[in-house]
């Protein structure tokens, strides 16, 4: 009996051995499987992922699943790629408002008068506030607005392979052209718009650089109709400048302020919306020209004539990190006008700067 008990003893020893080195491999095979999850998921954080989202939405009272493909930007990536602004070092200004914009500036539409200013004299890259010089000397420039224009391989954008709704061989009106190129930030449209000038895209660009010079806006170079290089710069104050005189002009301050709009292309009826949600009459906001931009080096920027408590003013922000932040930094801005409450706040009609 003694050698049963002590043979069953031993085989229990022999079989628990090797139980306990697979439970430790398994352990270690945990630990790597898990470090390698967490190289993966650096990994993602950087690299841009497309996947698939599942969302639960409400339509007509009645719930509803949908499937989104939507893209991870990792903010690692974000993080790794400092606009000129940062560059320059304007991001350790600091102003009253703890505004995340680079740059700012606010100037009375009526006397020129500068409310507020951050960082207002400095050239920095301005991204697609250039379509709103681009759209100045295509109405300055008296061309036919019914002629149409044809999308060709030379408006496709091969420097930052943006997106675009127009297709090669689209063909619309050079007024729908800058209708979208304002109110969407279409940069075909505007690369059109540009190739469709007497003497074709240089001589455009001259016209747009010649334009600047007039205005004053001497801290103003162009290089392309779109905005899509970060060689076409501008100070805050040159583009307060030129929002005044793009003013003038009824249907710039029409165009780039509508919501959205049914736009002929190759005759048929396609919806474009703006890139600006401010415009929306559900925002409170009463605005009267405006334009959006952004690409990596300029970040997130606007320019836009605006009435806050009766007064008229010009309002830039440039280099924000983000829509969000670019939103976020008007509304401080509006709020902060809306609290000066001066003597003498009311009506004032725009004058010249």
């Not at 009996?1 to 430790?24: R, Y």
């Not at 999308?151 to 979208?180: P, Q, W």
């Not at 949600?277 to 970040?299: D, H, M, R, Y």
Request: aromatic letters at 4%; one cysteine or more.
């Amino acid at each position: 009996m003694l050698k049963l008990v002590l043979s069953a003893m031993i085989s229990v020893m022999f079989v628990a051995t090797p139980v306990a080195d697979v439970q430790a491999k398994a352990t270690a095979k945990k630990a790597s499987v898990k470090k390698a999850g967490a190289r993966r998921i650096a990994q993602e954080s950087v690299i841009p992922r497309e996947r698939i989202v599942k969302r639960v939405i409400t339509v007509k009272g009645k719930r509803k699943v949908v499937y989104q493909k939507v893209t991870n930007v990792g903010m690692m990536a974000a993080a790794a790629r400092p606009t000129m602004g940062d560059l320059a070092g304007l991001n350790l200004t600091r102003d009253p408002l703890d505004l995340k914009s680079n740059v700012a500036l606010v100037v009375d539409q009526a006397n020129s008068e500068v409310l507020f200013e951050k960082n207002a004299n400095v050239a920095l890259p301005i991204a697609s506030i250039t379509k709103m010089m681009t759209g100045l000397v295509v109405v300055e420039a008296n061309q036919d607005m019914e002629e149409m224009l044809t999308v060709t391989d030379e408006d496709v954008d091969r420097e930052k392979f943006s997106s675009s709704r127009l297709n090669v061989g689209d063909r619309l009106t050079r007024r729908n052209m800058l209708h979208i190129a304002l109110m969407s930030s279409e940069n075909r449209a505007a690369s059109a718009l540009g190739r469709n000038y007497p003497g074709g895209l240089p001589a455009f660009v001259q016209a747009m650089n010649a334009k600047a010079q007039e205005l004053g806006m001497n801290d103003t170079h162009y290089v392309d109709s779109s905005g899509l290089s970060k060689m076409n710069v501008a100070s805050a104050r040159d583009l307060a400048k030129l929002a005044q005189a793009a003013y003038e002009h009824p249907i710039l301050r029409e165009f780039s302020t509508d919501p959205k709009a049914i736009i002929e292309r190759n005759g048929r009826p396609v919806q474009f919306g703006t890139t600006n949600g401010l415009v929306s009459p559900k925002s409170g906001w009463e605005i009267g020209l405006q334009k959006t931009g952004f690409i990596n080096e300029a970040g997130r920027c606007v320019m836009m004539q605006a009435v806050i408590e009766g007064r008229a003013v010009i309002m830039v922000l440039l280099d924000a990190k983000g829509t969000a932040a670019r939103v976020g930094d008007a509304i401080r801005m509006k709020k902060w006008l809306t609290a000066l409450k001066p003597a003498g706040f009311g009506d004032q009609s725009a004058a010249g700067m």
